[in-house]
């Protein structure tokens, strides 16, 4: 395990200038990192589907609160179907109505570029204060409409150190990034969605639920921040916050969220649950697929929930 | 057009046993006719792949109140980007929130099995009293938290009628949908993810918004429902709600809703945005593409809005 | 009827400082013209309970969408009565959750003193940045926990121009208001809660909804504004917006709301139901009583819906 | 302090025939115990105002997640006065948004007759298969559109035992409630809203947040229940949740719910803030007062969060 303290809080600062996309797809861009996955990207994505076999890496929506879901999803019925009610109606139906919180620790969910801001710019440049009561003028998420479509690459930490789970503080260096790649025979190219797994599902199951702002939680240590606008990756996704909590930098309390999606313009992929795209990987002897994320098309929205795909 | 009163209710009635998937898969199967799709099924359907493109079939959340949308989507902000709120946290974010019916006619959505029943049971016989406030307990949409891949095909009827749009009220009848065929050069196919498209949003555009359930809408008429059983499609969607309104059958309001959804087991995806679709399927001159469809994993729910995708 | 015309906008404008009570109670005042409401007035109050009988001055919570009601409020079940649900915990019981949007013209409410500003600032001069997704530091509707208690004085214009209501768009004018005085023989007083019917209610029973936006309501005249300010009312109420729609002046679409909240710091009750308590004036005859408001606790909230009560 | 099992299972169960009032008020009675306030008795409570003072009874709206709120309050802005949003309307206004599930151990709130069963049953006799996901079509909070008004009284057992609170699970018994009147030097009658105070927010301060239904909560023994009926008090208040918690009884798990409100039809006033008012009443040294409680006009609801007035 590296310490995420490698780096100097001022030597993280300086990524938001030597790791920035700004300005680099256009002035207008919405789409950030997304612009790494061209139309052949995508063809070749497809490719991966030799099995025909999908596998969810998302949660179910989070209804009941603990220490990471302060917010729960609200989730009602408006018509059930009793037997009192359907014999009310023309047509006997059941529907119900759902409440929801995307961002936080609890949902699966998709990070918009508008999401996160340093000195009051967002990504490409454009200033915070875009994003008002009335939505987000520019990074929201709508502009992903037509989804998420490349391969998919899942590193598994806890599989090539072999144990069940990271602890929560615990950083991952480049260099397990590349002892994953050497692992599973694959290396993270443009357009990847890259997605790391720390094992955090798995250690809920044995440990139980804990606060991961106030007791930490596995992720990515700062140092890695290079090496993913290195390889150029098109999204990130993890089963945590793809940061390493506590960062141990005062001021920069999340650098890989603040600098892949202010500086790079990497759209994240929160809470995913990939326990079981691992297994999947692991019997199939294969990291990449072809990965589709659908985000709800919510206008001058901030994020959407979403059931990310893996297709083998 | 076709009338919709081909037959008479009594024979409308008959479908919910002569056109009934209850049992076929299994007294416990929650999945329905999305059986037909099997693994090769995703696998060849992913070759239809070809330039990487993909298309949004979904609406925008509806946000703003209408004849059709009693319920809006309320979207909130929990935190902007005014620089007095960004200067408070140790992170500078936005966030929003939103709240959502997603039954009705304003969003697009995909139905689960224990939506809709017929004379107190749902598909495959499951009693409506399955679903409590607390939710259902069989045919929920967490059934199909892996989503739903397939060959979509869209059957575009104002296209091959040369027309904008069809009017309210107006019914598509089995011919329509073999005309359609014979102009795309394809076959409706087991395991196969219907879109029929009656340019409804092409209308909305050109003549501004209406009252479907008041003043009718377009959709398949009854006589397509053995079509669609022989065809043993997975899946419906449509611009609409399927089904013609009004129906013309005085006690069943929604006969495609009713007979897909409980005797055939059909999921449905309502209010579906075709337009793009339909302009590229044009362009590309061809009508079947990889459908991907992820609804959220919505524990013991009716349904979750969708962004389902047509990938070229 | 007076034109509301009879002023300028500029004569309109004159009066965010003549008629202003800015550090009348102190720089840190929260509480405005509810200042005028001595313990003595309160219990002088009490004295007019004589017969022991209350009105609820509060229309239903508006769960049906319509002209003037584009956020209705959502009311849902999480537990029936179903004997499936009941069965199923240990007490028996039924619950409900309901989310609301009070401001608008559908509910009744109280406007807490932070819900309007005036170039940049709202009452005793504090910044309308003090307003964020936090709530509101200054001018917060929990400022009331302790609730309106005063006497209640009913302005019923239909009553004294023997006229069922009056028609959208018409302006009620000082004269007016006293005349409404001469037939009561009351005379409104420092510390009075004043309500002024306009009949708002009767016509949407007799005549059905309208868009009081688009189509106008009838309410106060600005040249109304020198004379709530004279007598030092504690709180305005009245069926509609207390505002006459539209107000004839461009840039002070709503001046009864910016004047008396921002520079007088009265706070209004809109949308209340006057029709049942105008009804026990007239049988009673007399238009005084005592008035109670207690607002929900909603910590720096900018409102809250509320069930003003009458008590004779 | 009494034990709570005093009495056995089946005593407390033969409450709900022995200390019944249903059909007392007519067989469509929706008011219950609150027939016991008559237009004299309000008119009585009226001249308890006497220094003009009121004092809140009821908590914040209770935003924030804990172990007794697990479906917090959402409040969420609308409109804030950040200059940008202000200057983009022709009023300048902030406004918000509030979700609510009133049940529970976190909001003050009244208790609908509707909202506890006993065998299938409601008070009155109504049975429970009223309560649909339409709401209450008996015994719903809307027929107390008019409020609640009479005579307050104040228990307040920490007080007479001079401690500071009771602990978790301590009983109150009917020697107590008279210890409380012997000390007061009141007598509690008919119509009498009642509320008893234990301390528990001053708990709270003191030693933070529990979890009552796990840890216990301090509130009236069974065998409070011949002695609330004999002295036919209107409604009952408590800072809790009136109940003891654990009642000792395996299959009631609370009697004080239970039997009073379908027993003998009175309402309860939940998790009320008692500490002022408390304070108010040494200072004055009277324990009677003015209440006032006006629910918000749900129709069909099982509720209202209330903010209920002591006035001195």
């Not at 606008?229 to 916050?241: F, N, P, Q």
């Amino acid at each position: 395990m590296a310490a995420n303290t490698d780096l100097t809080e001022g030597q993280v600062r300086e990524f938001f200038s030597t790791l920035s996309n700004w300005g680099k797809w256009g002035s207008n861009d919405q789409l950030g990192a997304l612009n790494y996955i061209t139309p052949q990207k995508r063809a070749q994505a497809a490719t991966l589907v030799r099995e025909g076999y999908p596998v969810s890496m998302s949660l179910p929506l989070a209804t009941q609160p603990g220490p990471d879901n302060p917010t729960p999803v609200m989730h009602l019925m408006m018509q059930t179907g009793a037997s009192g009610e359907t014999s009310m109606v023309p047509v006997p139906y059941s529907a119900d109505y759902f409440a929801i919180a995307p961002h936080g620790l609890a949902n699966t969910h998709l990070d918009a570029l508008c999401h996160v801001f340093n000195q009051g710019k967002m990504y490409n440049g454009y200033p915070s204060s875009d994003v008002t009561t009335q939505g987000a003028k520019n990074g929201a998420i709508d502009a992903l409409k037509d989804g998420i479509i490349s391969r998919g690459v899942l590193i598994d930490i806890p599989l090539i150190k072999n144990r069940d789970w990271l602890e929560p503080g615990e950083a991952i260096s480049p260099a397990d990034l590349e002892a994953a790649e050497q692992y599973g025979g694959f290396s993270v190219e443009e357009g990847d969605v890259l997605f790391v797994r720390t094992g955090r599902h798995a250690r809920l199951k044995g440990k139980g639920s804990w606060d991961s702002f106030k007791e930490g939680m596995a992720g990515l240590g700062a140092a890695c921040l290079p090496w993913l606008h290195g390889r150029k990756i098109a999204a990130l996704g993890s089963d945590g916050a793809s940061d390493v909590l506590p960062s141990g930098y005062e001021k920069i309390m999340l650098p890989i969220h603040a600098v892949t999606i202010v500086a790079m313009g990497i759209h994240l992929l929160d809470n995913c649950m990939l326990d079981a795209v691992a297994e999947a990987c692991v019997a199939k002897k294969r990291w990449t697929f072809m990965c589709v994320v659908a985000p709800l098309v919510l206008v001058r929205g901030t994020a959407s929930p979403v059931n990310p795909l893996a297709i083998f």
